[in-house]
């Protein structure tokens, strides 16, 4: 079966479409996503693949997400997210930690962005959730992005806190990745309740990388997005 799943991929495989995710992805050297391998195959497509496999065994599917192609290891989580949504405790557990003995190869953005959320933070809902606090404080980029992403389970139960602290220990994150996800989440709380994000925002907003920023306050009104910015702005300036 698993064979058959990458012989599936392979024959949705576009040469050109590859060239540009490929770019798209970071994938020269020094590069966020340097070395990984794209087919060129759109996520939708993806996804009907995903769905004629949805009882491939977790030991196939760790072999999967030990391939150095993307498309693979995006499969892969598509299958992974199908799989825990109808399992038992018993189940949600076992993928739950097969997650996370391979957070080097969910090492993209997207492959954090659609996977972290729905298995990882909707696991610990109920949790302790010192986990997400010591992958915030990981040297590895795509851990401390899991960290933040798997709070947006959280944020869309109202329960706020966890992203906040998390959001608030990676003020000072250097990449890039990590600002538009600090934002984002801060962006979704504000969908909550604009109260709540901007008394974060009257704290910390400016200690900010701008791109964070400039996420966070996304959904506000012209003048306060103005108003935030041309702060920043500002105290750059002196």
């Known amino acids: 079966m698993l064979d058959q799943l990458k012989r599936d991929l392979s024959q949705l495989r576009n040469l050109e479409k590859a ?11 020094g590069q966020y996503g340097e070395g990984d391998i794209f087919l060129g195959i759109p996520v939708p497509e993806q996804r009907k693949v995903a769905k004629k496999y949805v009882d491939l065994s977790l030991n196939n599917l760790q072999k999967l997400l030990f391939s150095k192609i993307h498309e693979h290891r995006l499969t892969a989580l598509i299958i992974l997210v199908s799989k825990y949504k109808k399992a038992d405790h018993s189940g949600k557990s076992k993928i739950y930690n097969l997650y996370l003995k391979n957070t080097k190869n969910i090492n993209n953005w997207d492959l954090v962005d659609l996977s972290a959320p729905k298995i990882v933070g909707d696991y610990l809902s109920n949790k302790d959730k010192s986990i997400l606090f010591k992958m915030a404080k990981s040297n590895n980029l795509w851990e401390r992005r899991i960290g933040i992403l798997s709070t ?51 704290k910390y907003y400016m200690q900010m990388p701008r791109t964070m920023l400039r996420y966070a306050i996304e959904k506000f009104d012209k003048n306060k997005r103005k108003f935030y910015l041309n702060q920043i702005t500002q105290n750059k300036v002196q």
């Open 19 to 29: 060239k540009i995710l490929s770019r798209f992805f970071k994938t020269g050297k």
């Open 152 to 202: 947006f389970a959280f944020i869309r139960k109202n329960n706020f806190e966890d992203a906040l602290s998390i959001s608030k220990l990676l003020l000072h994150d250097k990449h890039d990745l990590i600002h538009k996800a600090v934002g984002w989440m801060l962006r979704e709380i504000g969908k909550k309740d604009q109260e709540i994000e901007e008394q974060f925002l009257k």
